[in-house]
């Protein structure tokens, strides 16, 4: 019987999208400020990042297009992570979390620079609908996902048996395979838009047990578990 589920955050409670919409909004300001680069050059960043098969590069990319130096890119990073997210949880996680709160302990691990992760769960309010938040970078980049610990951590906090707990990310290459190695059962959630939804992965460290396209579907598949 389940009786804790185990979130990830990005593009599985919210949309990951419009956190790197007002960071990239935040460099091309900077940007624009060093006169190189205009607002509307948030929206190629966007575009670099999403249709990209690796997340990194982006700022190479723009470096080469606008000819800017490549030493910039350190501060313009900075810049990113620094910024204040003015993000909110997605409609169907707003509407879910309350309603299985009263039914389940509630946690969730999220990979990511502390600082930055930090100030997501402050703009988000999450905090609000979980019993436990692991941030995995406060026990160290080599404890991020998919790492077994987080989520045996999480489950520790929760005071639930692995054995007994559900993990829900968007990630198959680290909340799936995470879940996986601590021995968890795991749900892929394909969020619309979201930056995995549409990549197929065929190692068995990356298939879910379970698939959902929304959050409100948990509602039946864990009336049948």
């Known amino acids: 019987m389940i009786r804790a589920i185990i ?3 990005d593009d599985t409670l919210y949309e990951e999208r419009d956190f790197f919409r007002g960071g990239f909004a935040a460099v091309a300001e900077e940007l624009t400020r060093r006169r190189v680069a205009r607002a509307e050059h948030a929206a190629a960043m966007l575009e670099y990042y999403h249709h990209a098969e690796s997340r990194g590069g982006v700022f190479q990319k723009l470096a080469a297009e606008l000819g800017f130096p490549p030493e910039w890119i350190p501060e313009l990073v900075a810049r990113f992570r620094a910024h ?18 009263t039914r389940f302990r ?6 990511g620079w502390a600082e930055v992760q930090r100030r997501k769960i402050s703009a988000l309010g999450v905090s609000t ?14 404890f991020w996902k998919p790492h077994a610990r987080p989520f045996q951590e999480c489950c520790r906090l929760l005071g639930v048996d692995p054995s007994a ?13 995470g879940a996986r190695n601590a021995g968890l059962r795991s749900v892929r959630i394909r969020r ?8 197929e992965f065929t ?18 598949l864990l009336a049948h578990l």
């Not at 509630?106 to 990979?111: E, K, N």
């Open 106 to 111: 509630l946690g969730c691990v999220t990979d």
């Open 84 to 101: 204040e997210p003015r993000i909110q949880l997605a409609s169907d996680a707003a509407a879910v979390l309350p309603r299985l709160r």
């Open 7 to 9: 979130f990830d955050l």
């Open 203 to 220: 190692e068995l460290m990356h298939q879910a047990d379970f698939e959902v396209s929304d959050l409100h579907a948990l509602d039946d």
């Open 165 to 177: 707990t559900l993990v829900v990310g968007d990630n198959p290459e680290r909340d799936i395979a």
């Open 129 to 142: 609908y979980l019993d436990a938040m692991l941030v995995t970078d406060e026990l160290g980049t080599e």
């Open 192 to 199: 619309s838009g979201g930056y995995f939804a549409n990549k």
